[in-house]
């Protein structure tokens, strides 16, 4: 099954980790360490394998590929003797990332997104492409009457307004690709209800929101913990110290809002009350990549007694990321062939912020994640459909 992989914001951290890891994989370079879809209980069939993966994408960016690919290997993100090893199949993916968009209008802007989405299709004589949005967190959109329905929307955008944030305008041409879509970020993305009913009328899957990698995977594990030991949560506080393009952009106020409601919302729903205490991130430039998070949890016991709990955590967010960039691009893969349709909530374990899904516990997330793949490979779920 050769399945294209479409990076919204390709020259990144993530996309280019990703990218990097995807090469080296299918020239058998390194092993699939962090990837989940190589477990034996998701192992099978169904998934496209890594020599089936052709990258392309979009970016405003225009450093090459292989500068970022370097860069992160003098980070200590990606082994450097793969970056040496790959200079051809990283040049040669080189050759399909394309500029950021331009047009005059929205609506113009989204049909060059849709011309070079097709062409990548029809060049490589793929099956299928998912387009993976790994760009920049924006800040909440303002809402506008076209977010309503896609015939308002689609009048919408060939006026003036900046109808749609950047991530939704990629997403609403994917969808007019037919190209199922996952969101990697807490950015709007397929979050519209006209963007919602344009994936239903396209027959088309996708998933989301924001990959699940540090604190928040912690926490999705914790939190059920003390929910199901009858202790009660008095707070739950964290801090994120991050650098890197995602710590920068997390240092605008806007983005740094989206992020941080994203992360919260396992607490509220895995408990059922929020404790008290908040996330906060805070960029330092100097970790680059690397990030360190520190939550202190302070909860009663048996009579009311006090106790406490703190945790560190040390991860380099790239390399924690790009793995389940490549699952979520095999499994919606998968999903779209075997005709799923609408938010796949059974991929809710990715995320921190589940489209669909209404649980947060990873355990939960893990047994409908393997009972969805194994009817996948099965092969026993021919098209049944999710959306309404
Ligand atoms: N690394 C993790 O563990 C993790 C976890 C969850 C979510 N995420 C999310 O993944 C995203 C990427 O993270 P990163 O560390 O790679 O960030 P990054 O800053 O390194 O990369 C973002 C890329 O997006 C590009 N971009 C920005 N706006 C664009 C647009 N309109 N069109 C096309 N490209 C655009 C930028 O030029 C940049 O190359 C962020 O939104 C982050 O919040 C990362």
Not at 77 to 93: K, M, Q
Not at 310 to 317: I, K
């Amino acid at each position: 099954m050769r399945t294209g992989v479409w990076l919204v914001g390709a020259r990144g951290s993530v996309a280019t980790t990703s990218i990097v890891g995807g090469l080296a994989l299918r020239a058998g370079l390194a092993g699939p360490t962090g990837c989940v879809t190589e477990l034996p209980e998701l192992r099978g069939p169904a998934l496209p394998s890594f020599a089936d993966l052709v990258f392309g994408g979009h970016d405003l960016a225009t450093t090459p590929l292989y500068k970022r690919a370097e860069a992160l290997a003098d980070a200590g993100v990606v082994p450097g003797r793969l970056v040496a090893a790959l200079p051809d199949e990283l040049t040669a993916v080189e050759q399909e990332l394309r500029p950021a968009p331009v047009g005059a209008t929205q609506a113009d802007r989204a049909a060059a997104v849709v011309r070079d989405l097709t062409s990548f299709r029809e060049r490589h004589g793929l099956d299928r492409v998912v387009v993976v949005n790994v760009s920049a967190t924006e800040p909440t959109p303002r809402p506008h009457p076209g977010h309503a329905d896609p015939d308002a929307l689609r009048a919408a955008l060939t006026g003036p307004d900046e109808v749609l944030p950047p991530s939704s305008l990629y997403a609403y041409a994917a969808l007019l690709a037919g190209c199922p879509y996952v969101d990697f970020t807490p950015s709007t993305g397929l979050r519209l209800p006209a963007l919602a009913a344009l994936a239903e009328q396209q027959r088309l899957p996708y998933a989301g929101h924001d990959g699940k990698t540090g604190e928040t995977l912690v926490k999705s594990v914790l939190a059920p913990m003390f929910a199901m030991r009858n202790l009660a949560v008095r707070s739950w506080s964290g801090m994120n110290l991050l650098g890197g393009g995602d710590g920068a952009t997390l240092a605008d106020p806007a983005a740094n809002a989206a992020k941080v409601q994203s992360k919260q919302r396992v607490l509220g729903e895995t408990l059922g009350y929020v404790p008290q205490g908040n996330t906060r991130i805070e960029y330092v430039e100097e970790l680059g990549d690397f990030k360190t998070a520190w939550d202190l949890i302070t909860f009663a016991g048996f009579l009311g007694t006090g106790m406490r709990m703190e945790f560190t955590w040390h991860g380099c967010d790239s390399a924690l990321a790009a793995p389940l960039v490549l699952d979520l691009a095999r499994l919606t893969a998968a999903a779209h062939a075997a005709g799923h349709v609408g938010p796949l909530a059974e991929l809710g374990f990715f995320f921190k912020d589940p489209l669909g899904a209404p649980t947060h516990s990873l355990a939960e997330q893990w047994a409908r994640l393997t009972d969805f793949t194994r009817q996948l490979h099965a092969g026993r779920d021919g098209g049944h459909d999710h959306a309404g």
